[in-house]
């Protein structure tokens, strides 16, 4: 979530050893999160695509959401770090706002979609499975996916103001002025849009295993490692919810208070929340064996493929 700022922007551009060494601080963070997510969500875009067992209607989700954290560190980060150096370049606040947003939106409807899938793949039949996401489903509900981060950015921007952006010279960030927006639509952007998919998707979760924990019959017909990805992906949920939690709080604290008062805690409060595009890759390769196999051999293949560049040709 963009931080929101009440007051007007401050013109200074000095710099105390504090400040500056926080800004530096922040941009080695983000350097780390953006080199790290591109790096990471990349493998498992390639795995998906090069590996059979990994081209599942289920692994479609993971794909989607791993191109929107993919965008988001490779492009959206840098744009954040570029205005910590330059004077809202090419308009880059504009951008950056609607665009952040938009993939954190992306990535909290793919992680509700999953959710349902894997809701419907442990409480239903196989047969039923297949019939509920087949290929068309699945393309339909990846379309809706991205049609709701959109629609949601822009409500979002229309509730706030979020467009009346300028660059503020003092905490070096993007910042707005509340203008005619109320209290309750800035308050509605971080608990609707954000929580309500979130609560669905812990809904569906709660759902798998209370009926798992209560009823045999519940893994009936469904391989061990559905089951155990299933609690693989609701870690990912989770860990999402908590590495977003302290930017939504800090955002509804600043509607109330002095921007400056929260100055620090906002800007790596978004740090944390960013990490959360770089951590997933993490996961699957450390918790899940078809992925790390995957991201092995590519690995092994890669460095293979470098020690045979530079070899020797004999003549």
Request: charged share 10%.
């Amino acid at each position: 979530m963009e931080n929101i700022t009440v007051e007007e922007p401050s013109s200074g551009s000095s710099c105390d050893f504090a400040r500056c060494w926080t800004v530096a601080l922040q941009v080695t963070l983000l350097g780390l999160i953006s080199a790290v997510g591109t790096f990471s969500n990349s493998l498992v875009i390639l795995a998906i695509f090069l590996y059979d067992d990994l081209r599942t209607k289920a692994k479609s989700f993971v794909c989607n959401l791993a191109v929107a954290d993919l965008i988001l560190c490779l492009f959206v980060i840098p744009l954040r770090t570029m205005m910590m150096f330059a004077r809202q370049p090419f308009g880059l606040c504009h951008v950056t706002v609607v665009a952040q947003a938009t993939f954190v939106y992306t990535s909290i409807n793919t992680l509700a979609a999953i959710s349902y899938n894997r809701f419907v793949l442990t409480m239903k039949t196989r047969s039923q499975y297949e019939n509920t996401f087949t290929k068309r489903n699945v393309f339909l509900i990846l379309s809706t996916v991205w049609c709701l981060a959109f629609g949601a950015s822009f409500m979002a921007v229309m509730w706030t103001g979020a467009l009346n952006v300028t660059y503020d010279n003092k905490t070096r960030a993007c910042v707005f002025l509340r203008g005619n927006a109320t209290i309750s639509a800035l308050l509605m952007v971080p608990l609707s849009l954000l929580f309500s998919p979130l609560l669905l998707t812990l809904y569906f979760y709660a759902r798998i295993f209370y009926y798992a924990r209560h009823s045999a019959v519940s893994v009936t017909g469904h391989r061990p490692d559905d089951i155990s990805f299933t609690y693989k992906l609701c870690c990912i949920t989770i860990l999402f919810g908590i590495l977003n939690f302290p930017a939504c709080i800090l955002a509804v604290v600043q509607v109330f208070s002095s921007p400056d008062a929260n100055e620090v805690l906002i800007r790596f409060s978004i740090i944390i929340q960013l990490l959360n595009s770089a951590v997933n890759p993490v996961i699957y390769g450390w918790k899940v064996p078809k992925f790390r196999n995957a991201f092995i051999r590519m690995l092994r293949l890669n460095a293979c493929c470098n020690r045979a560049a530079v070899q020797p040709i004999n003549h």
